[in-house]
């Protein structure tokens, strides 16, 4: 099954379906992934904390977020 990407310039202003989750789920799902990701070090160590401050500001921006279902991790 192919799913087109969601155009993530628009999650500001409207979030939108994507398979079994939104637009915006699916990119504070991922930012949480880099953000664990380069904890560690290594060479994108630097993304880590970019990428968890973006996640909290869309948390905060957008608290009803929920979680990505397991069955998609």
Known sequence: M??????FAEAPEADCQWGTV???QWLVH???????????GGGLQHLGQPARAMR????TRW???????????
């Open 63 to 73: 608290p009803t977020l929920r979680p990505v279902p397991s069955r998609l991790l």
């Open 30 to 40: 991922r930012l949480e992934v880099v953000s664990r990701m380069t904890v560690s």
């Open 56 to 59: 909290n500001v869309m948390l």
């Open 2 to 7: 192919f799913l087109a990407l969601p155009d």
């Open 22 to 24: 939104t637009a915006r």
